[in-house]
């Protein structure tokens, strides 16, 4: 017998284990999915599905890590303990010193 729980962790080895995740996202649970040992054609294709499940669900899917994407349900709360590093640089914000006579 299977117990509640509010969290499941995949780790999709093909394409058609995607169904499973989209019977926890019916069920809204938070679902992490973990694409790793899939190459990005495969990891597109889930994602794809999974994301109509979770629109239709009203759900939203954030992305903690390369590779790994939690899909968060309508009536659940998230937050993220840290700031995504930016390696951007724009030349508009680049500092000109100032030299006083």
Do not use: W
């Not at 590779?67 to 309508?74: D, G, S, V, W, Y």
């Amino acid at each position: 017998m299977e117990k509640d729980f509010d969290i499941v962790f995949v780790k999709p080895k093909k394409y058609e284990d995607c169904k499973k995740c989209v019977e926890y996202i019916k069920r809204d649970k938070i679902v992490h999915i973990n694409l790793m040992d899939l190459d990005g054609k495969e990891s597109q294709r889930i994602l794809d599905y999974i994301s109509g499940a979770v629109y239709i669900k009203e759900g939203e899917i954030v992305n903690p890590g390369e590779n790994i994407f939690c899909t968060i349900p309508k009536n659940k709360n998230h937050m993220f303990d840290y700031k995504a590093k930016t390696e951007s640089y724009d030349e508009e914000e680049e500092i000109v010193p100032i030299y006083r006579k």
